[in-house]
């Protein structure tokens, strides 16, 4: 059987919090898959899901560190050999095997070919989406789900940011961008990544609205206390997260950074 799900609606999932999560790619061509689908939906990841293995990689053009779960059994190519085309493609990228057959050659070999997880249809989906968000920091550099960098921490599992002791006051949105910039460092991150991130790759948005997602998002900042440049445009390329060794004195105020009314720091109301 072929479950043609190329173009999946636009959907915003939601946790049990009434926050979206991180983007899955993944191939969709089972009952199982179908039913995994509906799974991490319901855990509040949003998914893409490929009707078959020519378009999981199709789709790997607009996502820039995709979360990808490949089916043991795809229509038009071996798993095995798709596998590590994806990891040849994009080495930093997190690969789980979803193995209908739940057979162990299948899934030494798995892990032999580079997948970072090897997950089965009768797990349950708290522990499957346990394991893609340990896979996903794991590939980002770091040992769990609290990132610290510089005075800057991340608590994944709460979907909150600090900088330093403050709370960064952010909308699901703002935060979902602050993510993956941050598991991107020290590579940017382009609008159209971000944009696939955030509306997946069969509907978007302008790019422009991407841009001021992410002035808001340094004005949220600033008023948390952390300097506006702590999110850097790199031309031609998108955003990412600067080190913080080079965020010492004053630099001058960009010209793309535009603020929402609940962010607007005061010391900059007269210039507003």
């Given at each position: 059987m072929c479950v043609d799900l190329r173009a999946t609606p636009r959907r915003r999932s939601t946790t049990s919090q009434g926050v979206t999560e991180m983007r899955i790619l993944m191939s969709?061509?089972?009952?199982?898959?179908?039913?995994?689908?509906?799974?991490?939906?319901?855990?509040?990841?949003?998914?893409?899901?490929?009707?078959?293995g020519t378009a999981v990689f199709e789709s790997l053009i607009l996502l820039g560190?995709?979360?990808?779960?490949?089916?043991?059994?795809?229509?038009?190519?071996?798993?095995?050999?798709?596998?590590?085309?994806?990891?040849?493609?994009?080495?930093?990228?997190?690969?789980?095997?979803l193995?209908?057959?739940?057979?162990?050659?299948?899934?030494?070999?798995?892990?032999?070919?580079?997948?970072?997880?090897?997950?089965?249809p009768q797990m349950d989906a708290r522990e499957i989406a346990a394991r893609i968000r340990a896979v996903t920091v794991r590939r980002a550099g770091f040992s769990g789900p609290n990132?610290?960098?510089?005075?800057?921490?991340?608590?994944?599992?709460?979907?909150?940011?600090?900088?330093?002791?403050?709370?960064?006051?952010?909308?699901p949105t703002q935060y979902n961008i602050f993510e993956t910039i941050c598991l991107a460092s020290p590579y940017s991150v382009s609008k159209l990544v971000i944009m696939a991130e955030l509306y997946g790759i069969e509907e978007g948005c302008d790019p422009f609205s991407i841009r001021v997602f992410v002035s808001n998002l340094r004005g949220r900042l600033m008023a948390a206390g952390a300097p506006w440049n702590v999110i850097e445009t790199v031309p031609s390329r998108g955003y990412?997260?600067?080190?913080?060794e080079a965020l010492e004195g004053i630099m001058p105020v960009p010209d793309d950074l535009y603020y929402d009314e609940d962010a607007r720091p005061e010391v900059l109301s007269e210039a507003a």
């Open positions: 969709v061509t089972t009952w199982d898959a179908v039913r995994l689908q509906a799974d991490l939906q319901g855990q509040g990841f949003l998914v893409t899901a490929a009707g078959d560190r995709p979360i990808v779960i490949l089916e043991t059994n795809l229509p038009d190519m071996l798993w095995a050999e798709s596998l590590v085309k994806l990891r040849q493609a994009k080495r930093n990228m997190s690969i789980l095997v193995d209908s057959h739940n057979r162990d050659a299948d899934r030494i070999k798995a892990f032999e070919l580079g997948a970072d997880e090897v997950i089965s990132l610290n960098i510089g005075p800057m921490r991340l608590r994944m599992e709460e979907r909150r940011a600090y900088w330093g002791p403050q709370q960064i006051d952010m909308t990412r997260l600067a080190q913080f």
